[in-house]
């Protein structure tokens, strides 16, 4: 699901080989195969992997996927991001579970509805965590069992389930794709029997990925079709391989894979040499791509809606390296999009809704910290709730590596990056830019629900300060 900004009208951020191979595709004749359950576990294991993270949607039917794991997003954009999610795509997502929810036995359902004025909704989700990536010299694997929407021909057309993972920096810039890396693990439309799998890098248009169109290629799924039965999806990133290699599967048959060479430099580094990634589920309706293969505008009139798509478990896996796998509990806080921020709760900095000069890297105390902070930098929190009683001070996880002299401020304030601070404290060197402390600063009475700015001030323009989390107490 390419992220990217909107497109020129003629050029349409998806494939240009996307015809030719549906063309292959649809002229595959579906074989007929064993009948798969409809629920599994999650797959224990292989020799020598470990895993890393999984859900398996066991929750109860009708419930939303958990928190714990799984923001979802809302609108018709990232806030600040580009228009109907960078592809196209007409339908609004929402957080209602008639359109994502748990079906009670043992899969999440993400289903498009159109309303009676013809207005479509449907669901997209994506993890907490954003650091998934190898560990080093090791594999990373990413794996779903899934049933695309059980819906073909006319019926079908601007259909578009995917599921897939994006660069962490994307959270809160939005902008910076595709040099952020994405990794298409999972994409079919128009209930066509085809999954493709794709990488989307560089530089668009063109680069190194030929952007819009990016790296892909597509077969049809083994036995059973792929809107018929579940089919199990997987990527593999290989950092133990030198050149590194990128690998898809689908039923364990590897049908796509890309080299570092291929990729080259700077353009590989971009993309793998940031925090990690965060996966995506959706079913986007009409966009660039569905409507490149129909050769027209979709969904059309005789789109059906309320076909969903059945994810069973979604698993990460690692073999290999020198380093031990990420843990598996996410940082208790909300990222963005959206949701409501307990204030009193620890608040990690990465989570941010919007930034200015702002980077995030990986944190010596597990997940992120945001740094390269100086003055007139700020991140901001929305929707972050200190209820009826006012906080008496807040504390934030900090360390800087700045030189002898250089020092500043870092500041709270409510609705404005430049409103007047409601509380603040000074930071010097603290041993080094992973060299973590706790530092309390007093703050002035919010109440209520409020956007939340942390900015910074020096009186030098150097980096003085990263932050890993903060928090208010009452």
Same mark, same amino acid.
């Given at each position: 699901?390419?992220?990217?900004?909107?497109?020129?009208?003629?050029?349409?951020?998806?494939?240009?080989?996307?015809?030719?191979?549906?063309?292959?595709?649809?002229?595959?004749?579906a074989l007929v195969g064993t009948t798969v359950t409809a629920n599994a576990a999650v797959p224990a294991p292989?020799?020598?992997?470990?895993?890393?993270?999984?859900?398996?949607?066991?929750?109860?039917?009708?419930?939303?996927?958990?928190?714990?794991?799984?923001?979802?997003?809302? @609108?018709?954009?990232?806030? &600040?991001?580009? /228009?109907?999610?960078?592809?196209? *795509?007409?339908?609004?997502?929402?957080? $209602?579970? #008639?359109?994502?929810?748990?079906?009670?036995?043992?899969?999440?359902?993400?289903?498009?509805?159109?309303?009676?004025?013809?207005?479509?909704?449907?669901?997209?989700?994506?993890?907490?965590?954003?650091?998934?990536?190898?560990?080093?010299?090791?594999?990373?694997?990413?794996?779903?069992?899934?049933?695309?929407?059980?819906?073909?021909?006319?019926?079908?057309?601007?259909?578009?389930?995917?599921?897939?993972?994006?660069?962490?920096?994307?959270?809160g810039n939005y902008q910076n794709w595709p040099g952020i890396g994405e990794f298409d693990v999972m994409e079919?439309?128009?209930?066509?029997?085809?999954?493709? @799998?794709?990488?989307?890098? &560089?530089?668009? /248009?063109?680069?190194?990925?030929? *952007?819009?169109?990016?790296?892909?290629? $597509?077969? #049809?799924?083994?036995?059973?079709?792929?809107?018929?039965?579940?089919?199990?999806?997987?990527?593999?990133?290989?950092?133990?391989?030198?050149?590194?290699?990128?690998?898809?599967?689908?039923?364990?048959?590897?049908?796509?894979?890309?080299?570092?060479?291929?990729?080259?430099?700077?353009?590989?580094?971009?993309?793998?040499?940031?925090?990690?990634?965060?996966?995506?589920?959706?079913?986007?309706?009409?966009?660039?791509?569905?409507?490149?293969?129909?050769?027209?505008?979709?969904?059309?009139?005789?789109?059906?809606?309320?076909?969903?798509?059945?994810?069973?478990?979604?698993?990460?896996?690692?073999?290999?390296?020198?380093?031990?796998?990420? /843990?598996?509990?996410?940082?208790?806080?909300?990222?963005?999009?959206?949701?409501?921020?307990?204030?009193?709760?620890?608040?990690?900095?990465?989570?941010?809704?919007?930034?200015?000069?702002?980077?995030?890297?990986?944190?010596?105390?597990?997940?992120?910290?945001?740094?390269?902070?100086?003055?007139?930098?700020?991140?901001?929190?929305?929707?972050?709730?200190?209820?009826?009683?006012?906080?008496?001070?807040?504390?934030?996880?900090?360390?800087?590596?700045?030189?002898?002299?250089?020092?500043?401020?870092?500041?709270?304030?409510?609705?404005?990056?430049?409103?007047?601070?409601?509380?603040?404290?000074?930071?010097?060197?603290?041993?080094?830019?992973?060299?973590?402390?706790?530092?309390?600063?007093?703050?002035?009475?919010?109440?209520?629900?409020?956007?939340?700015?942390?900015?910074?001030?020096?009186?030098?323009?150097?980096?003085?300060?990263?932050?890993?989390?903060?928090?208010?107490?009452?």
């Amino acid at each position: 699901m390419t992220p990217a900004p909107a497109a020129p009208a003629a050029l349409p951020p998806r494939r240009r080989l996307t015809l030719a191979l549906t063309l292959l595709t649809a002229a595959a004749t579906a074989l007929v195969g064993t009948t798969v359950t409809a629920n599994a576990a999650v797959p224990a294991p292989a020799p020598g992997w470990s895993l890393v993270w999984s859900d398996d949607f066991t929750g109860a039917a009708g419930t939303l996927p958990s928190a714990g794991n799984w923001i979802i997003d809302t @609108g018709t954009s990232y806030p &600040g991001g580009p /228009p109907n999610w960078g592809t196209g *795509e007409i339908q609004t997502y929402t957080n $209602s579970t #008639a359109n994502v929810s748990h079906d009670g036995g043992g899969n999440l359902r993400i289903t498009p509805l159109r309303d009676a004025s013809g207005r479509w909704t449907s669901a997209r989700i994506e993890t907490v965590r954003s650091n998934f990536k190898p560990p080093s010299g090791g594999v990373l694997a990413i794996e779903g069992r899934i049933q695309m929407p059980n819906v073909t021909g006319a019926q079908a057309s601007g259909y578009w389930p995917a599921f897939w993972a994006l660069g962490s920096p994307y959270r809160g810039n939005y902008q910076n794709w595709p040099g952020i890396g994405e990794f298409d693990v999972m994409e079919n439309v128009n209930g066509l029997n085809s999954v493709w @799998g794709v990488l989307h890098c &560089g530089v668009a /248009p063109g680069g190194p990925c030929d *952007e819009f169109n990016g790296i892909g290629a $597509s077969r #049809a799924c083994p036995g059973s079709t792929c809107q018929s039965a579940f089919h199990t999806y997987r990527f593999e990133w290989d950092a133990s391989a030198s050149p590194q290699q990128l690998r898809w599967y689908v039923d364990g048959q590897l049908y796509h894979s890309v080299s570092q060479s291929r990729v080259g430099e700077p353009y590989w580094s971009q993309m793998t040499n940031h925090a990690g990634y965060f996966l995506l589920l959706n079913v986007a309706m009409g966009g660039a791509f569905p409507n490149g293969v129909a050769g027209g505008a979709t969904p059309t009139a005789a789109t059906v809606p309320g076909r969903p798509m059945l994810v069973d478990y979604v698993a990460v896996y690692s073999r290999g390296g020198g380093t031990t796998p990420p /843990p598996t509990t996410p940082p208790p806080t909300t990222p963005p999009p959206g949701g409501v921020r307990d204030a009193y709760a620890t608040i990690q900095a990465e989570s941010f809704n919007a930034q200015n000069g702002v980077l995030v890297e990986a944190c010596a105390e597990g997940g992120q910290n945001i740094g390269a902070l100086r003055s007139g930098d700020w991140v901001r929190f929305d929707n972050v709730e200190f209820g009826a009683t006012p906080p008496r001070d807040f504390v934030a996880r900090v360390a800087s590596g700045a030189a002898s002299g250089v020092s500043g401020l870092v500041e709270v304030r409510l609705d404005s990056p430049t409103s007047p601070p409601i509380g603040s404290f000074a930071i010097g060197n603290t041993g080094g830019w992973q060299s973590w402390r706790s530092v309390p600063g007093n703050v002035a009475g919010p109440t209520g629900r409020r956007t939340v700015y942390l900015t910074f001030s020096s009186g030098q323009p150097a980096d003085f300060v990263n932050v890993n989390w903060f928090t208010f107490r009452r």
